[in-house]
């Protein structure tokens, strides 16, 4: 009988344990092949399976080297934003609290805009100082996955083909003499010459 009362007291009394991390961050691109000098957008979305959260912390690894970051842009569950899209050397940020705290059903934390600039395979992760941290008073790290996308970058697209050029066929067109140049009439008036008269010849 006392053995079932001190298992009744540590059920009681004991802090309950988290139940297993399920939550995780997410990237979705809306492509996963594009040619040297593209845009394309890469949406970070973070899910959990029912723990309330209330601080998040994405960070956002990417190959700096293939890729340029043109924009970052919301909506993002973060309300009070700490470093919301801070970009440095191949690193995107998005870190701050949640108020009210919540659980957390594939809530977009942010967008980013990327440009290709090299060919290969560009990576975009979720880097490990990433988390989902639970409001349990001890600020547990609750992530359990973590999101990875390749791209891969093509050369650019070869220039259309230039249309030939067709010249069209000579044609023999009839030679036309040009119209005969009448001078125009004088209308000048004519006046007669004086009458000159016979001298008597001497002989």
Sequence with gaps: MRKYFIALLLTVFLPRRLSPRAERLDLRPQ??????????????????????ANTVGADIAYSSSLLDVVSVSGPSVITLPITNGFVSAGLVSFQGGIIPSKVLASSPIGTIMFKTKGTGTATISIASTSGIYADDGNGTNLLASRGTVNITITGAAPPPPTPPVVTPPAVNKPVIPPPAIIPPRSTRRLTSRPSLRRRPICH
């Design 31 to 52: 492509r996963q092949m594009l040619q040297i000098g593209k845009t394309f957008t890469v949406s970070v979305k973070a899910s959990s399976s029912g723990t309330i």
